[in-house]
């Protein structure tokens, strides 16, 4: 008789706890919304029928998210001024610049082998494409970091190949053009010995603001590297002349030559000049680190388009130009960081190791062209050049 109490008394309040924890659920549901007390307030255990798993809901979210993205940015795109087309082809051979130094190897590598302009057993010539440095640290892609590469391409990827490739001149990051590679190590030093015997020549073209005067002339003053200083200290390559003024201007005499100063030779020549600028050939007959940049900005006073180091001296500021020639080019003054230097390797030519001379030419880049169209700059035989 106690057990069938006890067992009654048990289940009394088992039954009383069940009620409260339901009286408690419920309350706690009429707060959160009648929606969810309605919904929880059905025979638990049950699963509506069309409810979308979680497969579903993340595919809804992300068509919501990208429909959002996308609405976005339509509207920055209507709100945003419309971009010149100088600007929009600068900017484009910026990106460009950017993916070529953070591909991988066999990619420029790749890259380098479509634009071979000339091999044979002892030499390549490739277009050497715009920021992409020829040698330099070994954590940033260079042309030198994928050579072994291209030269496996260019063996068609034979496994007993021994050749390789090496820069014999080098080309500075922001500069396009020929670039002569030796296929050993014997090729490299007769290269650099022809080239100090003047039988290497190298024709650059440079777009310049400005128009020299006389229209040709050779320019040969050394060039030493200086400190400037001021609230920018830096150091810049600029002229060490060995003549000056007289005292009482009549005639130059000549000064003592610095011992740090590099002899240093530059040929040129103005192809056209229009709207206060001119198209130049540059042909340097010696290697003095930003010889033809130094010595147009400081020479001639015809600083080269884009060149934001050496239109200046006293301070590290984007190159200003007149107002006349950013009406031509369609930028505003605030904007021309984004110009690129317009230097360009046009022609190589040198006495062939093995058979006879060698020449090669260079198409130019399409900013180049652009540019010289925006100034109607023309130049010998354009008809038969094909922008890259």
């Known amino acids: 008789m106690n057990n069938c109490r006890r067992v009654a008394f048990w289940g009394e309040c088992t039954s009383r706890r069940y009620m409260l924890c339901s009286l408690v659920k419920l309350q706690i549901n009429c707060q959160r919304g009648p929606e969810t007390a309605l919904s929880l307030g059905r025979s638990q255990g049950t699963v509506a029928k069309q409810a979308p798993g979680p497969d579903q809901k993340a595919q809804l979210r992300a068509i919501d998210l990208a429909q959002k993205v996308r609405q976005e940015k339509m509207k920055t795109q209507a709100t945003e001024p419309p971009v010149s087309g100088l600007r929009s082809r600068v900017m484009e051979l910026k990106r460009f610049s950017q993916q070529l130094q953070n591909v991988h190897p066999n990619v420029l590598a790749k890259h380098l082998h479509k634009s071979v302009l000339y091999r044979d057993k002892d030499i390549v010539v490739v277009n050497k494409p715009y920021g992409i440095p020829v040698g330099g640290d070994s954590n940033v892609r260079s042309i030198s970091s994928v050579l072994p590469v291209l030269s496996k391409i260019i063996d068609e990827m034979k496994v007993n190949s021994n050749s390789q490739l090496l820069p014999c001149f080098s080309l500075e990051k922001d500069s396009t053009g020929t670039l002569l590679l030796a296929r050993s190590a014997e090729v490299v030093e007769q290269m650099l010995a022809l080239h100090k015997h003047n039988q290497v020549q190298r024709k650059y073209w440079v777009v310049a603001v400005g128009v020299p005067v006389p229209s040709e002339g050779l320019i040969d003053i050394p060039i ?134 060698i020449s090669v030419s260079c198409p130019l880049p399409k900013y180049f062209m652009q540019t010289l169209n925006l100034l109607h700059l023309t130049f010998p035989n354009n008809k038969d050049d094909k922008s890259l």
């Not at 005499?253 to 240093?264: D, E, N, Y």
């Not at 020549?269 to 007959?285: A, N």
């Not at 003095?288 to 180091?309: E, N, S, T, W, Y």
């Open 224 to 357: 030493i590297e200086r400190e400037v200083t001021g609230s920018q200290p830096h150091f810049k390559m600029a002229l060490s002349p060995q003549f000056k003024v007289n005292d009482t201007g009549d005639g130059i005499t000549k000064v003592q030559r610095h011992r740090q100063a590099h002899p240093a030779v530059t040929k040129y020549r103005v192809l056209d000049s229009s709207s206060g600028c001119s198209l130049i050939e540059l042909q340097p007959l010696t290697e003095v680190k930003h010889q033809i940049r130094v010595h147009m900005a400081f020479a001639l006073a015809c600083p080269i388009l884009g060149d934001h180091k050496y239109s200046h001296w006293s301070k590290l500021a984007p190159q200003k130009l007149p107002e006349h020639l950013l009406k031509k080019l369609r930028l505003e003054q605030s904007k021309t960081r984004y110009l690129p230097l317009h230097v360009h390797a046009r022609e190589l030519m040198l006495p062939g190791l093995s058979q006879a001379d």
